[in-house]
């Protein structure tokens, strides 16, 4: 657990240089970089989620994957106001995922540089369903979900 959650931050402290430098152009470079999964407005809360396969994580920041590590997939998700478009950074977050067979696995979603995210087992083929309740500073419970397809 230790090492996934080094690994985890290992990765988001070094690809944050990547995420400034994109923002400096205007974003044009970040959306190349990122993988939009799916969007939507939640009682005024701007929700985007991205996932990316850990190798390609990896690869983006020049290092090589850590052997032992079971988790295949990064799920990350960004608050902003959907009026004024600010950044949400502070508060609780929790995805539940529904694997193809019908297990699940649950992780409260760390921090990070802006967005929230934790690394997911998406090994086999199919279809996902990723469902977060996110509970951002002073105010309610609210809930996305989407579907996701591994081929």
């Known amino acids: 657990m230790k090492k996934l959650i080094a690994v985890t931050a290992?990765?988001?402290?070094?690809?944050?240089?990547?995420?400034?430098?994109?923002?400096?152009?205007?974003?044009h470079a970040m959306e190349h970089k990122t993988n939009v999964a799916h969007e939507?407005?939640?009682?005024?809360?701007?929700?985007?989620?991205?996932?990316?396969?850990?190798a390609d994580a990896m690869k983006d920041?020049?290092?090589?994957?850590?052997?032992g590590v079971k988790e295949t997939h990064h799920i990350s998700?960004?608050?902003k106001d959907a009026?004024?478009?600010?950044?949400?950074?502070?508060?609780?977050?929790?995805?539940?995922?529904?694997?193809p067979d019908k297990s699940t696995q649950v992780k409260e979603l760390m921090g990070m540089?802006?967005?929230?995210?934790?690394?997911f087992e998406l090994s086999k083929n199919g279809k996902y369903g990723?469902?977060?309740k996110f509970q951002l500073k002073g105010g309610k419970t609210r809930q996305a979900k989407f579907w996701y397809q591994v081929k």
């Open 40 to 54: 939507e407005v939640v009682e005024g809360v701007k929700a985007t989620f991205n996932v990316q396969t850990m």
């Open 61 to 67: 920041m020049g290092m090589e994957m850590p052997k």
């Open 130 to 132: 990723v469902m977060c």
């Open 83 to 99: 009026k004024s478009g600010k950044a949400l950074t502070d508060g609780t977050v929790t995805i539940k995922v529904q694997n």
């Open 113 to 119: 540089q802006g967005h929230f995210g934790a690394d």
């Open 10 to 27: 290992a990765i988001f402290a070094l690809s944050y240089p990547l995420f400034a430098s994109a923002m400096e152009h205007g974003g």
């Open 77 to 79: 998700v960004s608050f």
